[in-house]
């Protein structure tokens, strides 16, 4: 019995459609948004309620990968009016963002799971996750409801990005035969005074 898609699976094939290759097992994924339940811990309810967050749009554990390209393990919150990168065990608050102020989204032309968060006047994340499309696809939706813009993603087999004010980075990716590989490359650092 085959399956048909999702509205969402639509949107999300039309978005990549052409920019991205996907995997076969990415078209008929279900997208259940919040994959955590989070809201229930007393200190992350506290979070959503101080900064007015009202839907949780998306919550599982992602990588990101930190200024030395270590990955570390973490959980990715998306409501209504904020991302937040919290930490995987205590869910203590390590990062907010407001939505209003993410501009674009960058990604591979490949089969991979890296996408970076440009943010207006912040350092940018590049993060890793098997949910990326999905992610995506929440991010799209929050900004275009707060904005009332549509979010730019740019895809390229390399990308330059800033992790923090003195340290740029090029993130280059090749399509091998045995999968794709991405490579983190430090252009710029400059020392403190």
């Known amino acids: 019995m085959n399956k048909q898609p999702t509205k969402r699976q639509n949107e999300i094939k ?20 919040n994959y955590l339940e989070i809201q229930k811990k ?3 309810s506290k979070i959503l309620q101080k900064n007015n967050d009202n839907t949780i749009i998306f919550c599982d554990q992602i990588y990101k990968i930190n200024k030395r390209n270590k990955s ?16 995987p065990s205590s869910s ?17 032309p490949f089969q991979d799971n890296f996408f970076i968060i440009s943010v207006r006047n912040e350092n940018e994340y590049l993060l890793s996750s098997p949910r990326k499309s999905e992610i995506v696809c929440c991010l799209i939706e929050a900004v275009k409801a707060k904005t009332k813009k549509d979010l730019v993603l740019k895809f390229d087999d390399s990308h330059i990005f800033n992790l923090r004010q003195n340290n740029q980075k090029e993130i280059v990716f090749k ?3 045995e999968g794709v590989e ?3 490359y430090t252009l710029s650092k400059k ?3």
């Open 14 to 33: 039309s978005i990549f459609s052409g920019n991205k290759e996907r995997r076969r097992s990415s078209d008929l994924k279900e997208f259940e948004g």
């Open 191 to 193: 020392k403190k005074k």
């Open 42 to 44: 007393k200190n992350v």
């Open 175 to 177: 399509d091998l035969e």
């Open 72 to 87: 570390q393990e973490r959980t990715l919150l998306i409501t209504d009016e904020n991302l937040y990168n919290l930490h």
């Open 92 to 108: 203590n608050l390590l990062r907010k963002i407001e939505i209003k102020n993410i501009v674009c989204i960058k990604l591979s």
């Open 182 to 184: 991405a490579q983190i």
